[in-house]
């Protein structure tokens, strides 16, 4: 079994959706530190050729709590809703504008305020569209020790089910040591995807943007493709 674990992020891009998609099972992470300069709330969409941030409003906490912890601020419905008018109105003449436009009024108009689910709840969505099957598995449900850190609780997460493989993003090939991953008798791949570059309003091109954008441009068919097959493992 090949397993993958990552963060929960808002509607990220889309190399998130093609790790997910390389896998048989894939944790999300819910009993982790929120950061705040992270991708966890917020991603960016394209508004007139440059990049912009749009972000789910949080309520005021510490800054210790887990994400799983953390609440959407009691404005958050009105917000939503004033996020997705902008991307409606700035991706209004998108190719697949009209077969998007339903799936953003699932995400935005979610009445959960617990951030997690909220986000959880955006990435289903985004599967269900592009027919995404890998099993997810939120982190605090697996019996292991969950004070253990970086590689020490991904091999731990790895054993308690059963993995033989594990794929990071390729940007973990500073963290993770394949002879340790070995020493424990499991695979450890890196993910790296191709550049994945498309027109956008006829501008230049505005990489690694949220899968919004790519989904605005692109048919099912063309990103499932790419999903499939524009990466390597190493």
């Given at each position: 079994m090949t397993l993958a674990i990552m963060q929960p992020y808002f509607l990220p891009y889309i190399g998130y959706f093609q790790l997910m998609n390389a896998v048989d099972c894939f944790v999300l992470y819910d009993n982790i530190k929120y950061?705040?300069?992270?991708?966890?709330?917020?991603?960016?969409?394209?508004?007139?050729?440059?990049?912009?941030?749009?972000?789910?409003?949080?309520?005021?906490?510490?800054?210790?709590?887990?994400v799983c912890e953390r609440k959407l601020a009691e404005t958050a419905p009105d917000e939503n809703r004033k996020t997705f008018r902008k991307i409606k109105e700035v991706y209004k003449k998108a190719p697949q504008m009209l077969h998007m436009e339903w799936i953003m009024e699932e995400i935005f108009n979610n009445k959960e305020r617990n951030l997690f689910d909220f986000i959880?709840?955006?990435?289903?969505?985004?599967?269900?569209?592009?027919?995404?099957?890998?099993?997810?598995?939120?982190?605090?449900?697996?019996?292991?020790?969950?004070?253990?850190?970086?590689?020490?609780?991904?091999?731990?997460?790895?054993k308690a089910l059963n993995?033989?493989?594990?794929?990071?993003?390729?940007?973990?090939?500073?963290?993770?040591?394949?002879?340790t991953f070995s020493n424990q008798n499991l695979e450890l791949c890196f993910l790296q995807s191709e550049p994945f570059e498309y027109a956008q309003f006829g501008n230049g091109f505005v990489p690694w943007l949220s899968i919004l954008d790519v989904l605005m441009f692109n048919d099912k068919n063309t990103v499932k493709d790419y999903l499939s097959k524009a990466y390597q493992l190493i």
């Open positions: 950061t705040k300069k992270g991708w966890i709330n917020r991603n960016r969409m394209l508004v007139n050729g440059k990049d912009e941030y749009f972000s789910l409003p949080l309520q005021k906490d510490s800054d210790y709590l887990n959880f709840h955006s990435i289903k969505q985004v599967n269900m569209y592009l027919d995404i099957q890998t099993k997810i598995i939120v982190s605090s449900t697996i019996p292991i020790d969950h004070q253990l850190k970086a590689e020490d609780k991904v091999i731990a997460i790895c993995a033989e493989r594990y794929i990071n993003p390729i940007g973990g090939q500073a963290l993770y040591n394949k002879e």
